[in-house]
């Protein structure tokens, strides 16, 4: 029975020590990232493979990477052939250095957007600190006038008793 009991609350506390993990914002950031990563390499890869793909088979007068290989061993009775693929080596390097280019326009793009946002930022934050300074100001020239209010006050008695 008490052996229940401990089972039973090991689990409440590791259930809740999950709950805790993943209501962190982190745990979701990381998973929209994730999300937003996957959809983001089915862009990229049809931009490579739809787009950029059929320009370079235009450039490399059509040439199948994917067909090209050294044969080491040709097919035998019940046996497959032996060769090393360099053509399926060389169009996944292409593709990687096209997936890199996009993911690296889309970086750039994003970087221009934040620092846009960042020096409306600034320029917002300077302008009011601009208007809290002039407000300062005007704030002491009023304090200022108040103080000598008296002083001329009793200026104009002391005048007004010489007279």
């Known amino acids: 029975m008490a ?20 209501s962190k914002g982190n745990v979701i950031d990381m998973a929209v990232g994730v999300i937003v990563g996957s959809a983001f390499s089915s862009i990229v ?10 320009i370079l088979s235009l450039l490399t007068n059509r040439i199948n ?6 044969v080491l ?4 009775e019940g ?25 690296f326009l889309f970086v750039k793009m994003i970087n221009k957007i934040r620092e846009k946002a960042k020096a409306e ?10 208007e809290e300074k ?3 100001e005007a ?9 000598e209010e008296p002083v001329q006050l009793l200026r104009e008695i002391l005048e007004a008793v010489k007279k």
């Not at 320029?123 to 601009?130: G, L, Q, R, T």
């Open 79 to 103: 046996a497959a052939e032996t060769a090393i693929l360099y053509g399926t080596f060389i169009e996944n390097v292409i593709n990687f250095l096209f997936q890199a280019f996009a993911v």
């Open 121 to 130: 930022e600034l320029a917002a934050a300077k302008a009011k600190e601009e």
């Open 73 to 76: 061993a040709p097919a035998a």
């Open 3 to 22: 052996e229940e009991k401990s089972v039973a609350k090991a689990t409440k506390g590791f259930i809740t020590e999950f709950k805790e993990f993943i």
């Open 45 to 54: 890869n049809s931009l490579v493979a739809d787009i950029l793909s059929p």
């Open 134 to 136: 002039a407000a300062k």
């Open 65 to 70: 990477f994917s067909d090209l290989k050294i």
């Open 139 to 147: 704030e002491e020239e009023e304090a200022r006038k108040r103080a």
